[in-house]
Nanobody, 127 residues
Framework: QVQLAESGGGTVQAGDSLRLSCAAV????????MGWFRQAPGKEREFVAA????????YYADSVKGRFTISRDNAKNTVYLQMNSLKPEDTAVYYC????????????????????WGQGTQVTVSS
């Protein structure tokens, strides 16, 4: 099983930027569908952004569209989430996830489509 390790979280002020990284160890993730999810205190985990299989397409939650960008560096076996114009409502634990079996061009947005998860990194945005 590939190990996914998120990093880059922290505490910032509203309007600031952060870049999260998800480094994979154990196997290449270059063809995998990869996604970011988040879970705020007292709320269910929700979809943020993702790549389809072989990174043919990307998709974003409406709440982050235009502010967040998902990208990947296959040479580093790493996926990133660039977060700009952060808002207090972006405060959450952010998780990186991988699907080992998704082979479609559309982007998986449901947690049930992912079977490999990282431990998460905390992002706190103060007003």
């Amino acid at each position: 099983q590939v190990q996914l390790a998120e990093s880059g979280g922290g505490t910032v002020q509203a309007g600031d930027s952060l870049r999260l990284s998800c480094a994979a160890v154990g196997s290449t993730i270059s063809q995998s569908a990869m996604g970011w999810f988040r879970q705020a205190p007292g709320k269910e985990r929700e979809f943020v952004a993702a790549f389809s299989w072989a990174a043919r397409n990307t998709y974003y939650a409406d709440s982050v569209k235009g502010r967040f960008t998902i990208s990947r560096d296959n040479a580093k076996n790493t996926v990133y989430l660039q977060m700009n114009s952060l808002k207090p409502e972006d405060t959450a634990v952010y998780y990186c996830a991988r699907s080992t079996y998704w082979r479609r061009a559309d982007v998986p947005t449901s947690q049930q489509n992912y079977n490999n998860w990282g431990q998460g990194t905390q992002v706190t945005v103060s007003s």
